[in-house]
């Protein structure tokens, strides 16, 4: 019997819904393995949580970890990433609602819809037209830089608003099926590294959907806002620590950045006292991109998938890996 405990808030109904045989699944709602009872973790071989991650030799039987999330950097500098415990993200459950956020918000910088809802009367003609004439978004150009599942479906709906798409993704492929919901890949120029100046520089919309490592950490610093094309807008789905925040804000302040949509930040929430907040050119929304409609199915289907190949010895989806830090 392959036991798996589940520290999150699942209905009963989900819960019951994982049915694999040779399974059981349990329910402790924990934060913090200290908050998981001592002989229930001893006899856990699969873990579901966020962040009750497991000391080592607490968990003796523990062979997988199934994070709530896409990213896995909060493991980092844990007894489980130091482990040989497999440890899996739902990757891919979101692709589609967060890259319809970042079209939303591509779309509505270019029809000023910041400023027109901070309109407090019927302005005339001459300021309709000189201040809210739409910007062109056919033959724009958007930079993606992470350009996997995410990346590809951003850019597959920026096509067919007819955008130039340059996506930047590291070379060659990741070892281990990953799981998918997005369509078939969109053309386009798709460049490794070393091709970021060049596409910082072409690029009208800048979105960043890359995972936050070491490689990544501030890849966005000083001296990449330099190479940016002056003016253009950066939309972050991605994560906070990805960007050097003060950076950001110098070359938001000397138009370098003509404008900052941000859906993550270093620290979160975002403090009260953040410059951000009083920036006129930011909007900010509070990490609520990558939210998808019927969420608890998806992660099920995933999740009841990856225990069907534990039990048949075939090798997990999203299986994270620990070199490359995603």
């Not at 479906?153 to 920026?158: S, T």
């Not at 490592?213 to 253009?232: I, M, S, V, W, Y």
């Amino acid at each position: 019997m392959i036991n798996v405990l589940v520290t999150l808030d699942f209905d009963d109904d989900w819960l019951a819904a994982v049915t694999v045989p040779g399974v059981r699944v349990r329910k402790h709602l924990a934060r913090a393995a200290d908050e998981i009872p001592a002989e229930l973790l001893a006899e856990t071989d699969v873990l579901y949580t966020n962040t009750a991650f497991p000391r080592h030799g607490a968990a003796p039987r523990l062979r997988w970890v199934q994070l709530d999330t896409s990213g896995c950097d909060h493991v980092k500098g844990t007894d489980l990433w130091d482990s040989e415990v497999d440890v899996t993200t739902i990757g891919g459950v979101s692709p589609k609602p967060l890259a319809e956020w970042v079209l939303m918000m591509i779309l509505a910088h270019a029809h000023h819809l910041p400023h027109i809802i901070g309109l407090d009367h019927w302005p005339d003609l001459e300021y309709r037209w000189n201040r809210l004439m739409p910007r062109m978004i056919p033959g724009s150009t958007v930079g993606i830089v992470g350009y996997g599942r995410i990346g590809q479906e951003i850019g597959r709906l920026a096509h067919a608003f007819g955008m130039n798409v340059i996506g930047m993704r590291r070379g060659g492929t990741r070892a281990g099926e990953r799981f998918s919901e997005i369509a078939d890949e969109t053309p386009a120029e798709v460049v490794g590294p070393a091709g970021l100046p060049g596409l910082l520089a072409r690029s009208d919309y800048l979105v960043l959907t890359v995972p936050h490592t070491d490689e990544t950490h501030h890849l966005l610093d000083a001296e990449a806002f330099a190479q940016l094309k002056p003016g253009a807008v950066v939309i972050n789905g991605a994560r906070g620590g990805v960007v050097d925040e003060d950076a950001l804000l110098a070359a938001l302040r000397s138009g370098q950045v003509g404008y900052l949509i941000s859906d993550v930040f270093a620290e979160e929430p975002l403090p009260e006292n953040s410059p951000f907040w009083s920036e006129s050119n930011v909007l900010i929304t509070p990490h609520v991109a990558g939210f998808a409609p019927g969420y608890h199915d998806h992660v099920r289907v995933l999740f009841t998938e990856n225990l069907r190949r534990l039990v048949e010895g075939r090798p997990l989806l999203n299986l994270v890996d620990r070199k490359a830090g995603y």
